[in-house]
């Protein structure tokens, strides 16, 4: 059964079904190169997985691979990575091991109707919902004990829909631990703290002030590590 036909046929966006059941990051990323969970992939070039150290206490999810991304196959190695890389050195963490990954697997986009620019297009909620069996696989394998919401559709992606960036920034939220893993008590709790894009950071018009608050929260995940 195609992917296409599937989605044409009004069947449900989900991953499910291309998530492997057992098997480390390495399984689940070349899984997920063949996913059909939605219709992004028809358009990207190419999934985009999480990088990083396995290992890592802190993982960073954003919302989906940009045009840079899309071309390379990692995630924030575009000009939003780059801010996201100067932000964590700002904020202290740059020698902190970290997991880097997405909201949304697959770039989607709009070409402007002159010339070929690909304009990035928000993932729906639908294409967020479909997506998420891989990042949940991903924060079972990883285990953080902090997770960073770059943005309005990881922190949606993690803590549903009624998450805002504005209200819930910049604070550590308590994460339900999924089954996946046994720590069991209430020490042992992993957290949230949502904060802004680095895009946005780069969109805003005050983009010290922006770039500021961003860096202010990063703070405040790294004070929970050490
Ligand atoms: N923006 C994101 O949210 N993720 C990336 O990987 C790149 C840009
Ligand atoms: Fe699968 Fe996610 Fe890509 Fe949709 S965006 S096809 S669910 S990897």
Redo the contacts with the bound molecule.
């Keep these: 059964m195609s992917g296409t036909d599937a989605h044409a046929a009004g069947e449900a966006y989900d991953a499910t079904p291309y998530v492997p059941r057992r098997g480390g990051l390495e399984a689940h990323r070349r899984a997920a190169a063949g996913c059909k969970g939605c219709p992004l992939f028809k358009e990207a070039t190419q999934t ?1 997985f999480g990088a990083g150290d396995p290992m890592a206490r802190l993982v960073l999810v ?5 045009d ?2 899309d071309r390379q196959g ?5 000009p ?2 780059r801010l996201l890389r100067n932000a964590l050195k700002d904020a202290g963490l740059d020698q902190e091991p970290v997991y ?1 990954t ?2 949304v697997k697959h770039f989607k986009f709009t070409v402007a109707e002159r010339g070929k620019r690909r304009i ?1 297009k928000a993932p729906s909620l639908r294409e967020v919902a479909a997506c998420k069996p891989w990042l949940d696989a991903e924060m079972g394998m990883v285990d953080p004990d902090v997770v960073v919401a ?2 309005a ?2 922190g949606r992606a993690l803590l549903g829909g009624s998450f805002r960036v504005a209200k819930d920034r910049g604070a550590l939220i308590p994460m339900p631990v999924g089954e996946s893993c046994d720590r069991g008590t209430e020490e042992a709790k992993r957290h949230i703290l949502a904060t802004l ?3 946005a950071v780069l969109r805003s018009d005050d983009r010290e002030a922006a770039y500021g608050g961003l860096v202010a929260d990063l703070r405040v995940a790294a004070d929970a590590l050490h």
């Design positions: 985009v954003g919302e989906q691979p940009g840079q991304e990692e995630p924030f190695v575009g939003a990575g880097v997405n909201a990035h770059l943005g559709t990881a894009h680095p895009s």
